[in-house]
């Protein structure tokens, strides 16, 4: 059989899932008459990907050209789920690295590249949405070959074929077109594949072998086991050994083997060597192990994954409201969660402390908030704390990840935009104007300064920012305290419902979170004090009733509250608080809601 495994990867929003919709539809891989043929990001079906616009997960599908079957693999393009990329590259002998027209190479295209390159893949640069009205086609050209000058470890790495493209239309060029509306499809880009993507050589009569990328489960199969057959041949129930990472072996038996044909897995009984498989009957698999031929049972290289640079502490909801939104409350359920999460998000770490607190480590904030959102989904109740860097000795000095942090912004907001940088430590290493309108900046910033700043940077310019950050080095450990990103906030000091009394008071004082009926409790946050300190106010107050009215006094004018979203919310507390995250709700609350007892425990600290 014929056969080409590629990768797409590319910067986040630069049109991978596009491309791959175009590609599945043009090869026929659904009847004319099928939904699909009209729906759009058929491959991001996660609820989640859908409403944050972004791929989280990758996935692999297949589709036939020419006789030729072609695995493709869409990846995630944020910076975040970049351990996602790091698992499932080594399943492709190529990859389809877009880049937008306008934009050009960012901060992940960087990272994708390199661990493409040090695979040894062979990489067709897609230069996409050339229909842009801003786009910088030669420029954009010019900066992805100084990019690959950058990252190449070989000569043949800089000698790389381009496509050009507006994958959203499924039309592709060879040749810059001169008119974006004539008869076009992506035929050029199936070409290339098959022209410079090499078929996968092995040898299929050696004893097999298979490195586990990823993992996937039903409640019909159970667990599937998904790799690239890198040596041999398999076929249902043949006898293997399950290699762990750490050298163990278990002998387990193959019971059924399927392989990809568009979005769905098709059963097969023997399959072709170099294929992407995936495997039922191996119970135990984690990502990284290896899976061989009993009769000689030779481990691969395990998955290198790059460290967390973020941790939080994570536990049950331990609020008033407990148990009134959820139905998982419990420090056992949230633990059988995050070890289920762990199988498949390579990613993460976990541990317990010696206080015996949950401490869950991840690449970043979205990274984490993405996992926080579906429990949340699921039903669960937690409560979580402050964000925390994840900082390293080497060489007997503390270290700290440092990021390179790009933003894309209105040239009027540049001014407040650096000046927020500069608060937090930031160093721009780069400022250009990509349009007479917006400028892009790059700047070298520590972890701990990124907190809560892409929410912020939204409030900056009036939600008109792009930014993007990717893990850059570790540095040596700053003695300089940040600045607090925030002043004070307002705490609720009764429990009950906000009444439009209550809150009227409180808006004199600062910006709200919390409508009138909102139920709220002792001890929860409902607005930001503009002064550095907290202060606690009675949003519960209701009016004394008297037989006695002044003109005006019924009217009152409430300004519209500030809604805090999840990601928001991470960046915002400190460490004398938690962020409450239920299947209804997100609160901002102190640790310690009695207001006498944290006056307390305040003296006793200073």
């Known amino acids: 059989m014929n056969l080409r495994n590629v990768a797409i990867i590319a910067h986040v929003d630069h049109g991978k899932t596009t491309l791959v919709d175009g590609l599945l539809k043009q090869s026929k891989t659904f009847r004319e008459n099928e939904a699909l043929m009209t729906q759009d990001l058929i491959m991001d079906s996660n609820d989640q990907e859908r409403e944050r616009g972004i791929t989280i997960l990758a996935k692999n599908t297949a589709v036939t050209y020419k006789d030729t079957k072609i695995n493709i693999i869409d990846t995630p393009g944020h910076a975040d789920f970049s351990g996602e990329v790091e698992r499932t590259l080594n399943m492709a002998d190529g990859a389809l690295l877009l880049v937008d027209a306008q934009e050009g190479p960012m901060p992940q295209t960087k990272f994708v590249l390199r661990k493409a390159l040090e695979l040894g893949l062979k990489v067709i640069v897609v230069v996409n949405k050339i229909d842009k009205k801003d786009s910088r086609i030669k420029e954009v050209i010019n900066e992805i070959s100084n990019l690959f ?44 594949i098959l022209e410079y993507v090499p078929a996968p050589h092995i040898d299929e009569n050696a004893p097999f ?29 043949d ?5 762990k990472a750490d050298g163990t072996k278990e002998n387990v038996t193959i019971e059924k083997i399927y392989v990809s044909q568009g979005l769905k897995r098709e059963e097969v009984l023997q399959t072709d060597g170099g ?54 409350l419990t420090g056992r359920q949230i633990l059988k969660r995050i ?29 984490l908030c993405v996992f926080l959102e579906t429990l949340s989904r699921e039903g669960f109740e937690i409560e979580v704390g402050k964000p925390k860097v994840i900082t390293k000795e080497i060489d007997g000095i503390l270290m700290e990840p440092v990021e390179e942090y790009s933003i894309d912004v209105p040239t009027e907001f540049v001014g407040a935009v650096t000046n927020e940088f500069g608060k937090r430590g930031g160093i721009v290493k780069l400022h250009q104007s990509i349009t007479s309108e917006m400028t892009r900046m790059v700047f070298e910033i520590t972890t701990r300064g990124t907190l809560g700043l892409r929410s912020t940077l939204l409030t900056l310019s009036k939600g008109t920012s792009v930014s993007n950050s990717t893990f850059l080095k570790y540095d040596r450990a700053s003695n300089t305290e940040l600045k607090k990103n925030r002043k004070g906030v307002l705490i609720a000091t009764d429990t009950g419902r906000a009444t439009a009394y209550g809150l009227n008071n409180a808006q004199d004082r600062g910006i709200l979170f919390i409508t009138p009926i909102t139920e709220v409790y002792e001890g929860m946050i409902v607005g930001i004090n503009p002064r550095d300190t907290d202060l606690e106010i ?18 009152i004018f409430l300004a519209a509250s500030m809604q805090m979203g999840l990601e928001q919310c991470f960046g915002f507390i400190e460490d004398d608080e938690l962020l409450e995250i239920t299947p209804k709700n997100i609160r901002m609350r102190k640790k310690i809601l009695n207001q006498a007892l944290r006056q307390k425990a305040q003296r006793k600290r200073s």
């Open 209 to 237: 072998q298979m490195l586990v990328s990823s993992l996937d489960w039903d409640s019909y199969k159970g667990t599937y086991v998904i790799g690239r057959i890198t040596r041999g041949k398999i076929k249902d129930r």
């Open 149 to 192: 000058l950058e990252v190449a470890t070989v000569d043949s790495h800089l000698d790389f074929p381009v496509i050009f493209a507006i994958g959203r239309d499924g039309k592709s060029w060879k040749d810059m077109p001169d008119d974006f509306s004539e008869p076009a499809d992506l035929i050029p880009v199936f070409e290339a």
């Open 538 to 555: 009675n949003v519960c107050k209701t009016k004394h009733l008297t037989n006695m009215r002044s003109k005006g006094e019924d009217g």
């Open 239 to 243: 006898e293997a050994v399950l290699i």
């Open 275 to 328: 294929d992407i498989v995936a495997i039922t009957g191996i119970k135990n698999a984690e990502i990284g192990d290896t899976i061989a031929d009993a009769k000689k049972p030779e481990a691969l290289p395990t998955i290198k994954i790059s460290e967390p640079t973020l941790s939080i502490s994570i536990g049950p909801n331990t609020s008033p409201f407990k148990g009134k939104e959820g139905t998982l």
């Open 339 to 367: 070890q289920e999460e762990l199988q498949t998000n390579v990613a993460m770490k976990f541990e317990i402390n010696e206080s015996g607190q949950y401490i869950l480590s991840g690449r970043g904030e979205l990274h």
